[in-house]
């Protein structure tokens, strides 16, 4: 092509060009296809939905039940066999041995009467610190156990409080842009892959 | 397509029942996979729901296996536990995916589809079945939901509406876009003759 062509002689060759292309032919089969897909848009509105409606149940209601996968057998026989392993305080109340739930019921019937009954002798003047003595004596392992806890809170709380504030707050700051930007992440991908199959 | 299955063997009562699990599953699994996968429109998800409902099954066993009702306890399950399914996964996903159509609170469109004679003209049966299955799992779940509920379960506008959780009138404009949508699916295949693209 001639190096000094001007733009307008480029568009008036470009269009000369592209003008004198001879037309092309249709693909084999092309003017049947056509004459169906016109002959279904011509019959578009011309139903009512009533008609639309026993169509679809016509062409569903049709359909043979679809296979089941050949692995459901084996899935489900080797999930019943599972379940049967599973020792019955792994498993909700529904599962547990009659004898089992008639005890727990009981423990729980006691424990509530008890708190209660506890509750009313304090409402009525009963020794709160006699009371407070008894249970702890009875129940010396939670006391324990909630010293424990109160020793790691305390410790928590000291370690917090000796970090300055400005590391702090930038801290926080940190994760909760790592959590904006992971959660962003999770849903751009999601959108970008999940529904575009 | 939805009566029970056969059984094989006959008790004392007169109640045909199968002899153990296995025969009982095989009977229905079919049934149960074709209500979980037409619904939830996901095959590797139908599989786990349908395992959900036998193992349900293998619990009431006793009674299921002389009950005539066994099909009709199967399906209701399995309907049951499929919609609380795609209930929770769509709450689980509502912030991801844009799953509210701002077009369809709108009012009744134009129905638009072919005439009955014109679907699948040259389109064998099996293909005609596959291009059906394969248009209902193309549809959008709020639109397929209540179209098998109504077409395939027999539910009313609603049961369904109370069953999904929507309001009536949505039920409504859902089932009639889904048959519209389905309808425009069929319409090009039955008028293109080409192959379902898997």
Redesign the interface.
């Known amino acids: 092509m001639n190096e000094k062509m001007t733009p307008e002689d480029l568009e008036k060759f470009i269009h000369r060009e592209l003008r004198a292309l001879p037309p092309r032919k249709a693909p084999a089969g092309f003017e049947t296809r056509l004459q169906a897909a016109v002959g279904a848009r011509l019959a578009l509105r011309t139903q009512s939905a009533e008609q639309l409606e026993q169509l679809v149940h016509r062409e569903l209601r049709s359909l043979p039940l679809r296979k089941a996968p050949s692995t459901l057998e084996s899935r489900v026989l080797a999930a019943i066999e599972h379940q049967a392993t599973v020792v019955w305080y792994h498993k909700s109340w529904t599962y547990w041995p009659g004898a089992v739930k008639a005890a727990f019921l009981g423990v729980a019937t006691g424990v509530s009467g008890a708190a209660i009954a506890a509750f009313y002798l304090v409402t009525q003047g009963a020794d709160s610190s006699a009371l407070t003595a008894a249970a702890g004596e009875r129940f010396a392992g939670v006391a324990a156990l909630f010293h424990v806890i109160r020793w790691i809170a305390t410790y928590t709380s000291d370690t917090i409080a000796s970090i300055p504030p400005l590391w702090l707050y930038g801290g926080l700051a940190f994760v909760a842009a790592l959590y904006a930007t992971f959660f962003g992440l999770g849903a751009a991908a999601y959108r970008t892959l999940y529904r575009n199959n | 397509?939805n009566e029970d299955p056969t059984v094989h063997t006959t008790t004392t009562e007169g109640v045909t029942a199968p002899p153990d699990?296995?025969t009982f599953?095989?009977n229905y699994?079919?049934?149960?996979?074709?209500t979980a996968?037409?619904l939830i429109g996901n095959?590797t998800q139908a599989?786990d729901i349908?395992?959900e409902v036998?193992?349900k099954a293998?619990e009431h066993f006793d009674n299921l296996r002389t009950s005539p009702s066994a099909g009709g306890w199967l399906k209701t399950v399995a309907t049951n536990l499929s919609i609380n399914h795609i209930q929770r996964y769509k709450k689980r996903?509502s912030?991801?995916?844009d799953l509210v159509h701002k077009d369809d609170e709108g009012g009744e469109k134009?129905?638009?589809?072919?005439?009955?004679d014109?679907?699948f003209?040259g389109v064998d049966s099996s293909e005609r079945?596959e291009w059906?299955?394969r248009a209902?799992e193309k549809l959008p779940e709020h639109q397929r939901v209540p179209?098998v509920l109504y077409?395939?379960e027999d539910m009313p506008y609603e049961d369904i509406a109370k069953k999904t959780r929507v309001s009536l009138s949505k039920v409504k404009t859902d089932i009639?876009r889904g048959?519209?949508a389905?309808?425009k699916i069929?319409?090009r295949s039955?008028?293109?003759?080409e192959k379902f693209a898997n």
């Open positions: 397509m699990f296995t599953m095989r699994q079919d049934m149960v996979y074709s996968v037409r095959e599989e349908a395992q036998f193992i293998h996903w912030f991801f995916s134009e129905v638009e589809f072919a005439a009955p014109t679907f003209a079945r059906v299955e209902l179209l077409h395939f009639l048959r519209e389905l309808a069929l319409v039955g008028a293109s003759h």
